[in-house]
């Protein structure tokens, strides 16, 4: 059984930074593809940005490249992601997810595991 867990929200000020972690229980975490969604309020849960199994690329979306980083460190399991340059409309559930499939996953029904989120609030 696989179990993701996620932690480092929080409030901050716009402009602020925060960093999420995702630790993963399984033991084939290296061979996941890994991926953050967010969910704000009244609103359906997004695509923020993923992180490859095979070579560690990496995508973002739109309104978040530059801002966020997202890395992986396997041998802890863990994902993260560095949120720098925050913005009112950053605020968000945000959510890590695991896919099996080896590569990179894009879209929310590729993935198979999911996490039970985290609140992130960014104050104007």
């Known amino acids: 059984q696989v179990q993701l867990v996620e932690s480092g929200g929080g409030l901050v000020t716009a402009g602020g930074s925060l960093k999420l972690s995702c630790v993963e229980s399984?033991?084939?975490?290296?061979?996941?593809?890994m991926g953050w969604f967010r969910r704000a309020p009244g609103k359906e849960r997004e695509f923020v940005c993923a992180?490859?199994?095979?070579?560690?690329?990496?995508y973002y979306a739109d309104s978040v490249k530059g801002r966020f980083t997202i890395s992986r460190d396997n041998a802890k399991n863990t994902i993260y992601l560095q949120m720098n340059s925050l913005k009112p409309e950053d605020t968000a559930v945000y959510y890590c997810?695991?896919?099996?499939?080896?590569?990179?996953?894009?879209?929310?029904?590729?993935?198979?595991?999911w996490g039970q989120g985290t609140q992130v609030t960014v104050s104007s």
């Open positions: 997810a695991a896919d099996r499939a080896y590569g990179l996953a894009l879209r929310e029904y590729e993935y198979d595991y």
């Open positions: 399984g033991r084939t975490f290296r061979n996941y593809a």
């Open positions: 992180i490859s199994s095979s070579d560690g690329s990496t």
